[in-house]
């Protein structure tokens, strides 16, 4: 493992996207706390492979997935293991907040592009456009689920300034991932995310 | 709507596709009981247009979609209204069953192609490989949910015979569906799935 590396920080409300290598570590941190990043990931060996929401649960027999669980692709080869979770919760059940989502939910017309337009945007140089976005391991996202209804709740996240998810990639990957822009995510505070890449040699 | 047509059976562990226009009508029935149909969709306008979960479990806010319940596409389009559904509990957070499924989680080394082989199979002529079958509507998958732990388990339907969901069609879509292949899904007993198309016009 490399010698300690410098944090970086995704602005609030935009998305970035960075190439790993099998074994390289991405830690991803909530510095001041509440704050969602959507991640999605492709193999870098062929991009229609890619993170797969339904293949993780199936596997892991939950929806929220926590250190020791493998994040897996449509193709079921592990893409990533959780190493470490200061934080717990995340979810895995729902797609990225997006400009139609806005309108729908919130009733917002000022067309912002959402974790979805951020996560395009940051992987536009693989050609990977908007319908290419699946549904994201949302980290930090913190919903709710009743078990007689079905009913979810999205709630204020548990992450507290500091806490941090560490990602071992399992195979070459593209991965973008942004800080969320959705309100109720959010607990209605905009907020950065910072992350890191330790590599492997 | 037209007089009455007749069901179309799909054997145990197989697959069909169908065109439907916007305000068709789709029957999906359960003829034995406990047997789950996955069912994935695309706009035959624009085939990267899908189904998505994650829409519609976003904006139902719930995982268990029924009556008057809208299916949405990535694209946050309308794809289908649940008209009528006298099971009531369906699944729509695991992809469809595979042959890599079979092996990780069943142990089997028969290479039997599961739901999603088959999707891929009813939806080869439109140029829809493996890797664009998506998180799947699973018609009367019954998954339960521990609210605490996030624990999911795959129980036996709630299907009996006769159970049916009613789904109009709301864009011209290309559906296809299955008699499911995974033996927890079903009570391990491969049984068919009947299927009619009540045209609008």
Not at 12 to 19: D, I, K, W
Not at 41 to 68: M, P, Q, V
Not at 112 to 124: I, K, S, T
Request: charged share 20%; proline share 5%; with cysteine.
């Amino acid at each position: 493992m490399s010698a300690t590396v410098e944090m970086q920080r995704i602005p609030p409300c935009s998305g970035r996207s960075v190439e790993l290598e099998a074994g390289d570590q991405l830690v991803v941190m909530d510095p001041m706390g509440q704050q969602v990043s959507d991640l999605t990931a492709f193999s870098r060996e062929d991009l229609d492979e890619y993170l797969s929401s339904g293949r993780s649960i199936d596997y892991a027999s939950k929806l929220w997935l926590s250190t020791g669980d493998v994040l897996y692709s449509n193709r079921s080869r592990p893409m990533f293991t959780i190493l470490e979770d200061t934080c717990g919760r995340h979810d895995f059940t729902l797609t990225p907040c997006s400009k139609r989502m806005f309108e729908l939910l919130y009733g917002e017309a000022e067309g912002r592009p959402g974790c979805e337009g951020n996560l395009a945007a940051a992987l536009a140089s693989y050609g990977l456009g908007v319908d290419r976005i699946p549904v994201a391991f949302n980290i930090f996202m913190h919903v709710s689920v009743d078990a007689a209804s079905g009913a979810i709740a999205v709630l204020p996240p548990l992450s507290r300034a500091g806490d941090f998810i560490r990602l071992r990639a399992e195979m070459p990957l593209v991965v973008a991932m942004t800080a969320c822009s959705a309100g109720q995510s959010n607990n209605f505070s905009y907020k950065p995310i910072d992350f890191r890449v330790e590599r492997a040699s």
